[in-house]
């Protein structure tokens, strides 16, 4: 059975940076399309970035040119590089399993001054 789990979060002053990590726990991760969602107070969760298999990206409109998403197949690792970030960032991030529809449990971002 697949479990994810998020790290990375925190508080951190607008214009800062965060690099949000997600482990893979189960078998042929390479071959699965990840993605990253979030979720602010009082609000829907919203997809941020996707990578493929083929490690072919997508952004949504908030976020595309601050951040980035990667993954690292030998480590099962898939990663959101934060860069400019904005109050408006402040949310609950998840990593999700496209595939096998499996969340994680979420890490907070706060960006406050």
């Known amino acids: 059975q697949v479990q994810l789990v998020e790290s990375g979060g925190g508080l951190v002053q607008p214009g800062g940076s965060l690099r949000l990590s997600c482990v893979f726990s189960g078998t042929f991760f390479s071959i699965y399309a990840m993605a990253w969602y979030r979720q602010a107070p009082g609000e829907q969760r919203e997809l941020v970035a996707s990578?493929?298999?083929?490690?072919?990206?997508a952004y949504s409109s908030a976020v595309k040119g601050r951040f980035i998403i990667s993954r690292d197949n030998p480590k099962n690792m898939v990663y959101l590089q934060m860069n400019s970030l904005e109050p408006e960032d402040t949310a609950v991030y998840y990593c999700y399993s496209i595939y096998h529809d499996v969340w994680g449990q979420g890490t907070r971002v706060t960006v406050s001054s």
């Open positions: 990578i493929s298999s083929a490690s072919i990206t």
